[in-house]
Structure formats: C-alpha cells, structure tokens
C-alpha cells in the first residue's frame, strides 16, 4: 500500500504489467494502510463484528434462554471476530505506565463496547447501567485480557523461530533498530511489565498470562466500585467478581427488575438526579411516593409509605425462611434479600416487579 505522493514516485510492474497502487488493501482479513494504522485494522474488524453482534441480538431478542447460554454464544461466534490479529494491532492500546493504566486500558478496545453493550442487553439494563456493576454480575472480563496474551504468544512463537525464517529475520531487524513507535518495542513493553509486576507467571503459557491478568483485574475491579458513587449500595451485597446465581433461577420477567435494582439501572429518584442539568444534590431527590426522604434503595425497600401493607406481607413471607429477618437492620435485610436463594428470592423479585418505577 502507497499513498498518493508515493505512488506518483514509484512504479512497480510484474510480467510487464503495471500493479495497481491503492492507500488500502484487504490481506487476510486484516485491514492495510500506506501508513500501516493499527487503528484502522482494528476499526474494520470491529465493523464486521457489530454486524455479527446485531444479528445474534436479533435472534435472542425476547428468548428465553439463561443469560450464561446468551454469553456463550457471543464468546464463540462475536469474540473471535474482535480477536482477529490483536497479536499485531492490540499492543498499541495497552498501556504499562502503572498497574491502574494497565487495567483500564484492557476495556479501552473498540471491542469491549461490543462486550459491554451486549451483557447490558442480555441482563436487559440501559446503556447508562454502570459498566462495573454489569461485569460484577456477570464476571464479564475485558476482551483485552485475550489480546494481551495474543501478543505476547506471538512474541515468543516469532522469538523462538529458527534463525531462516523471513518472519523472525523482520523481528530482528526491528529488534535492532529500538523503535520506540514498532510492534516489539511496545511488546517488549508489556512483557517487561508483567514480568516486574508477578515473578510467578509463566510468560511462555497463555493460560499462565489469562490467570495472572485476570487476577490482577479483579483486584482492580474491587477497589473501582468502592471509589464509585453510584455503588454506594451495591458494595452493601456485592464484594466477589463473579456470575450470580439468580441469573439463571429467575424467570425472565423477573430478572430483569431484581439486576435493575442491584445495579441502580432504575428510575428512583436516587439515579433520575444523576441526569437532570444541573445535576440534583443528593439530599434533594426525594421520593415523590411519600415526600418523605431520599428515594433510595433502602428507602424505596423499607420505609416508602406508599408501600405499608404490601412491605409487611412481603416481610411475614420471608420470616417463614429467616425467623429472625425483622430485628435485623436494614443493610442486613438488603444483603439478605439481595443474595438469598428459594423462596425469598421469588418474594423480592416478584415485589420489584410490581413496584419498582
């Protein structure tokens, strides 16, 4: 590939026939450029995995299958897609400054939107659902896991190489050369961070690489939604990184209301203040049920005034399973009712689909 000013320079002829000199061509699937962008090798993909994602929404779209069977599918025929010659284009995302760059640069790939926007439609939350508590339920990792491992496989397989291949002789050169801007300068980088950060893991096994950035990103993940506002209430019944249960025991209808409540993806006033301009102090969005206090959760669970007769059946219910649920205080019935099982389970999600607005 050439850009214009190049291709006014220099004439290339095979079996006297002139070749064709364009600014972009398809090799392999992979996107080429005169400038050889990775942001464009990575653009076009992405494209073609938005169009994937768009049918597989389409024909789950009101289905009834478990939100884990719904993952699987995008992970076998859409993260493919997004994976596609990461070993070449990833490593221009990833940063390796320090252990917080490193991890949020993992969910800075164009495919992670795809990841993301896709769990919000299965647990069927808005787009404005925190994207922290959405891979809390589900333990959704960033695809940017895969692509860090992918490079620095293909770092090695090239390494590794006997001395005659054409492919290891360009590694070499490069090598050489100390480009701060190449492809193994910035691979050289993530190796070398790794490396520091976990004398541990074994850098010439995938697997060892997936386990020690899974890891450490959970670790990140805990210490996000302690910093973040709007999980003020999760962290209350939320503390490990991993697929909740209820996903699959509930029925659909009530699932969806039970995941907007855990995740504050609802329209109490609590979250309706976030969106109003200016934005509305906390202590002024109140409950417009009973004009009593802020309409939050706990609130919205056990004091709305609106709600009396049906809290105290709902509550007489649940002390069939749980004798002592009432002298219990409120963060404890939350964490209770939030991560029971049975029963109790149907009990509070029945009651949020009735009441929650």
């Known amino acids: 590939c050439l850009s214009k000013s190049q291709s006014d320079q220099i004439q290339i002829e095979c079996t006297n026939r002139k070749l064709e000199q364009v600014d972009r061509y398809t090799y392999l699937g992979i996107e080429l450029t005169s400038n050889f962008s990775y942001k464009v090798m990575e653009s076009s993909l992405m494209e073609k995995a938005r169009k994937a994602t768009f049918k597989l929404r389409s024909l789950l779209y009101d289905s009834y299958l478990k939100p884990k069977l719904c993952l699987q599918l995008f992970d076998q025929l859409i993260k493919p ?33 795809l ?15 925190q ?28 390494n590794l190489k006997t001395k005659s291949s054409i492919l290891t002789e360009a590694f070499e050169l490069y090598n050489s050369n100390n480009n701060k801007f190449s492809w193994v300068f910035k691979s050289q980088q993530i190796i070398n961070y790794i490396k520091k950060n976990c004398h541990e893991v074994d850098i010439l096994k995938r697997k060892s690489i997936i386990r020690y950035c899974k890891d450490m990103y959970i670790q990140f993940w805990k210490k996000k939604i302690t910093s973040e506002s709007k999980m003020r209430t999760y962290i209350l019944y939320k503390n490990n990184f991993c697929y909740e249960k209820y996903l699959d025991i509930l029925a659909t209808e009530l699932r969806k209301p039970l995941t907007q409540f855990r995740i504050s993806a609802h329209n109490l006033e609590i979250e309706r203040g976030r969106y109003t301009r200016p934005v509305t102090p906390v202590n002024q969005r109140i409950c417009r049920r009973c004009n009593a206090s802020t309409d939050s959760e706990l609130h919205f669970l056990f004091e709305c005034g609106l709600f009396t007769s049906q809290r105290e059946q ?8 749980c004798p002592l649920f009432t002298t219990l205080s409120d963060e404890n019935k939350l964490q209770y009712l939030l991560n029971s099982e049975g029963s109790a389970l149907t009990e509070i999600a029945v009651f949020l689909k009735k009441f929650l607005p």
């Open 115 to 129: 990841n993301i926007s896709f769990a919000k439609f299965i647990l069927g939350v808005h787009k404005k659902a």
């Open 314 to 321: 709902l509550f007489i219910n649940l002390t069939e399973n």
């Open 81 to 113: 897609i997004c994976l596609y010659g990461s070993e070449i284009w990833g490593q221009n995302v990833v940063k390796t400054s320090n252990s917080s760059n490193f991890n949020e640069s993992l969910a800075k790939f164009e495919s992670e939107k």
């Open 131 to 158: 994207n922290s508590a959405v891979r809390g339920e589900l333990g959704r990792l960033p695809i940017g896991i895969d692509i860090v491992a992918n490079i620095i496989t293909y770092y090695y397989n090239i």
